[in-house]
């Protein structure tokens, strides 16, 4: 249930059989049974097939259609770990909010650290400067890697960056350096998150963010190692919410 | 004296000159210059008494903008920038201040500045510009003792409070009193974050929440924002409001009822009172002089 997107994933033995997403939009208890209801048929399954139900993010309360809730940060460990056994600090930037959590090899959570109450270090940054610049949001990562540099905006709030990426526009600094300003910037704050609770490897790359090219590129530069991303990043917090209610089950 | 015909919807730029003052070659004609993110001020003193001000938008360029802010406040003065002994930049471009002798903080200059407004008996100053916000301990004459300062982040600056006049369509000169036009005080908005705040609002006025209750939500948590800096720096009586929020009377309401007291009142600046705004730059007139003085006996 995340603040942009309602993630659902159905589970079986250890396989993931079917997984869908909607907009959560202005009522996301009705955006979870729609995605629920399209990752049954699409598993051609029915409710009654569920065993149980276990509902994550920061709308988890809505989740009507749920057994039981899990934290963000414990299904954050339970999926990174489970689909990268070596991965102990798993990351994970969705639209609104941003996270890092330590764990252990059982993908049992040991620490964590958030960024929830500020747009900067979330996907909504990009988003925002994508709009200040007048360049698609999904095309800001490729063109941010046609950058040789980046320009300097600041990196610290979405509306002091917005201000600063209309000047450079004015200036008329080229695109490809002012997006790739704005990821280096939000990987600035995600890494200096990510400092606060250590880096031990591996480090795993989960949510929205995850599969911007731009974004995964600052990152790496900043953080200087290897990130691990799966490949549907997006639907992590699904993932560990179904592993917890297979836990759950038994 | 106030140029009413130059209006801009954001604020008003003007300049006053006090000419019932007469200012003679012997005296030490001092100058601070305030580049703000938002506004520039240039205030001229003559032996440490306030002569003229000006106050106008900072440009895309600090440095015209320094030398602008400067030329209004010397207009109908018949002094020339030759004639000023030392000049003080200060505030966010104060290293992009041409004529000027020295640049200082505008922690220091803003403290100097409520000194002289209010007098001796202000210890704490709440400044609240455009781009950050700062809470200062001074002593009695006026120096920093100690502050804290929030610049990484739009919540309570005054850039934040222009993207709520942008989205509710009020003028920024009328934003305080709107966010007073209500029955009661509503729930401060949850998020301090500008940006999610605008998102929050948007949601507050579909619900059919009226713009001015919408306002008072979000001025709210400005104020309870500002509020806990200046519980942080530790507050102690006198407090003071600095910089273009002082102007703000929904802010300055909130801030003294969360904090339990009144603080010393914002002069009457359309009339013959000092303008909070131009504490900055007072300031750095006031530090020139001295600075000056010390050259002299040197």
């Known amino acids: 249930m995340g603040t942009q997107s309602v993630k659902t994933l159905i589970l079986k033995d250890g396989k993931v059989l079917a997984r869908s997403k909607a907009f959560s939009g202005f009522e996301p208890s009705k955006a979870a049974e729609e995605t629920l209801a399209k990752a049954l048929a699409k598993a051609k399954l029915t409710k009654l097939d569920l065993d149980h139900v276990t509902a994550t993010g920061s709308g988890m309360e809505m989740a009507l259609v749920s057994d039981s809730t899990v934290s963000m940060m414990g299904a954050d460990a339970r999926a990174g770990v489970w689909l990268f056994p070596t991965g102990r600090t798993i990351i994970d930037v969705g639209a609104e909010e941003a996270r890092a959590v330590k764990c252990d090899e059982n993908g049992i959570m040991i620490d964590f650290v958030v960024n929830e109450r500020c747009a900067a270090g979330a996907g909504a940054f990009i988003e925002a400067m994508a709009r200040a610049l007048e360049v698609k949001l999904e095309e800001m990562g490729p063109l941010s890697l046609k950058a040789e540099r980046a320009s300097p905006i600041n990196a610290s709030c979405v509306i002091f960056g917005e201000s600063d990426v209309v000047t450079l526009i004015h200036r008329q600094e080229s695109k490809p350096e002012i997006a790739r300003a704005v990821f280096d910037a939000m990987a600035d704050r995600v890494s200096s998150m990510l400092f606060r609770l250590g880096l031990t490897p591996e480090i795993v790359l989960v949510g929205g963010a995850a599969k911007d090219v731009g974004f995964v590129a600052s990152l790496k530069r900043k953080i200087g190692v290897e990130v691990l991303i799966p490949e549907f990043p997006e639907f992590a917090g699904a993932l560990g919410a179904a592993l917890t209610a297979a836990n759950r089950v038994r | ?298």
């Open chain 2, 1 to 298: 004296m106030m140029k009413e015909d130059v209006e801009y919807w954001r604020w008003q730029e003007y300049h006053r000159v006090f000419s019932n003052k007469q200012w003679k070659n012997k005296d030490i004609i001092t100058a601070g210059v305030d580049v703000g993110s938002v506004g520039s001020k240039a205030a001229i003193m003559i032996d440490g008494e306030i002569y003229s001000w000006g106050i106008m938008r900072t440009g895309s360029n600090s440095p015209e903008s320094a030398v602008k802010a400067l030329n209004w406040a010397l207009e109908d003065t018949g002094l020339r920038t030759s004639d000023l002994k030392y000049v003080v930049g200060t505030g966010y471009g104060r290293v992009n201040v041409p004529m000027a002798n020295k640049a200082i903080t505008e922690i220091a200059c803003h403290a100097k500045g409520a000194n002289y407004i209010w007098g001796p008996s202000v210890r704490t100053v709440l400044d609240v510009g455009g781009q950050d916000i700062k809470a200062i301990r001074i002593d009695e004459t006026g120096r920093v003792a100690s502050f804290l300062m929030n610049d990484k982040c739009a919540a309570g600056t005054g850039r934040g409070m222009e993207v709520f006049a942008d989205l509710l369509k009020i003028p920024i000169e009328e934003i305080g009193k709107e966010s007073l036009d209500i029955d009661a005080e509503p729930e401060p908005v949850s998020c301090t974050c500008v940006a999610f705040a605008k998102t929050e609002a948007m949601g507050l006025l579909r619900k059919g929440w009226s713009k001015e209750k919408v306002l008072a939500a979000y001025t709210r948590a400005m104020a309870v924002r500002m509020a806990n800096l200046i519980n942080r720096v530790g507050l102690e009586r006198e407090l003071v409001i600095t910089g273009g929020q002082s102007k703000n009377i929904g802010i300055v309401t909130r801030i003294e009822n969360i904090l339990g007291i009144k603080t010393l009142p914002t002069p009457d600046w359309r009339g013959d009172g000092l303008d909070p705004m131009v504490a900055g730059a007072i300031g750095a007139a006031l530090l020139g002089k001295a600075l000056y003085e010390k050259a002299q006996k040197t």
